[in-house]
């Protein structure tokens, strides 16, 4: 139990970091479906997650009972959910999904992690993840050639919420598509905000090359909204006004987002048809005009969270049909009305967490939040990317390190409580 004592080491990583910086990888991994291409059984990461996930709950109910219901209630939730779909569709229940969301689960990790350090060394052991999940990335990357593309192909793990992602309609030959991998965009995205944030903090051949690296990174993935929101997230901090404001303002374009996706739905609009120029935006705006029809048949708790991949198709008789591909109208067919306003209050619990260090952190780390936090924002205009997919760990940050007994920010607000940073001054 020695993650329950206070860590007075004056140490920048030790064991307990290594640890974290595995799971963190485990979790890119997970989200990415890389088991594939690594030769790894699919269900020796998810059960290890798991596992995982439930020794962290148990660990966190001893030491911090706020961040334990947090994480109570998301578990409940999903189970919730999973029943609402067995119920209105006669799918058995198999409880799979109650350890589909590990990234949520990270809540209990950097709680027990907040116990000993602070949160900027968190955000180290995400960088040092990120950058190592990058190298996998590439790693697969370059080594796939036509011949292992045709072999997916011939398994099937080229439909869009799979391992391959096609540029194109499901009526064409393998040759005649482009392919790209599935990521972990929050990974991406994090190297980049991170490494921008070491060399302004001081130039250096190293740093510089991060930063090269994974704009590399972002450019050979080739997802375009990735690259833009990456860029726009970027700029947005350096705009003519202060942090907390630019803070206030995303959190509000938050709000009006999900208030048009949701006036879209309820009045038969699909917003999705905009992108139907080319075959990759046709896909998205079927996958929609699916999703609008059904959520106006469920409004309040949605059609609940499948089983797998095969339900869908077998309900909506679609082999294209994918809700992380888009947005929030896959958001409000899953979960409904109910669970679109806790989409909110955790994209405002992320909120809460970034003004605190607007106004309270400089040295550049405010900057590196506000980008983070407009990246979230912005990307979830076509993924529920928060809660399903690698935006869960800045999610599982914030609640971790804002949640003593309530929605209370840790640290200098709390009298008595002491922090070491990575370099061992108490913060």
Not at 169 to 191: C, T, Y
Not at 265 to 277: G, H, I, K, P, R
Request: proline share 3%; with cysteine; net charge positive.
């Amino acid at each position: 139990m020695d993650l329950l004592k206070k860590d007075t080491r004056n140490t920048d990583f030790d064991i307990t970091g290594l640890l974290y910086v595995f799971h963190l990888i485990v979790i890119s991994i997970y989200y990415s479906q890389s088991s594939v291409f690594l030769n790894i059984d699919p269900h020796i990461v998810f059960y290890y997650l798991f596992g995982a996930s439930i020794i962290f709950i148990i660990i966190v109910f001893f030491i911090n009972r706020g961040v334990f219901f947090v994480c109570s209630y998301f578990l409940l939730g999903t189970i919730f959910y999973s029943f609402i779909f067995s119920a209105q569709f006669g799918v058995p229940f198999t409880g799979g999904l109650v350890a589909s969301y590990p990234g949520i689960y990270l809540t209990a990790a950097f709680a027990i992690l907040a116990h000993s350090r602070d949160w900027k060394y968190a955000l180290r052991l995400i960088f040092i993840a990120s950058i190592l999940y990058e190298m996998l990335f590439l790693g697969i990357t370059f080594t796939l050639d036509n011949a292992s593309f045709a072999m997916l192909h011939s398994l099937g793990l080229e439909k869009p919420n799979s391992v391959i992602v096609r540029h194109g309609m499901f009526d064409k030959d393998v040759g005649d598509l482009a392919f790209r991998i599935k990521i972990s965009p929050m990974n991406l995205a994090f190297s980049l905000f991170y490494s921008l944030f070491l060399v302004f903090q001081k130039r250096s051949i190293v740093r510089l090359s991060l930063l090269a690296f994974s704009v590399f990174c972002i450019y050979i993935s080739d997802f375009r909204f990735l690259a833009v929101t990456s860029l726009v997230s970027t700029i947005v901090p350096f705009l003519p006004i202060k942090r907390r404001t630019l803070a206030k303002l995303v959190i509000c374009l938050n709000c009006f987002v999900m208030a048009v996706f949701l006036v879209a739905a309820l009045t038969d609009v699909n917003l999705f048809q905009v992108l139907s120029f080319d075959e990759t935006g046709s896909i998205r705006a079927m996958a929609a005009d699916i999703a609008i029809d059904w959520f106006q048949r469920f409004p309040i708790f949605g059609v609940g969270l499948r089983n797998d991949g095969d339900d869908y198709k077998n309900l909506f008789s679609s082999m294209i049909f994918s809700p992380t591909d888009i947005g929030y109208f896959g958001s409000l067919l899953q979960y409904g009305l109910f669970g679109y306003l806790f989409i909110f209050l955790s994209n405002c619990i992320i909120y809460r967490f970034v003004k605190e260090k607007c106004r309270s952190e400089k040295e550049g780390y405010d900057t590196l939040m506000l980008q983070i936090f407009s990246f979230i924002v912005l990307y979830q205009l076509i993924s529920p990317f928060i809660w399903e997919d690698s935006g869960s760990i800045i999610l599982g940050l914030a609640v971790g390190y804002a949640v003593p007994n309530g929605l209370k920010p840790r640290g200098r607000d709390i009298p008595g409580r002491k922090f070491l940073s990575p370099a061992g001054r108490e913060c």
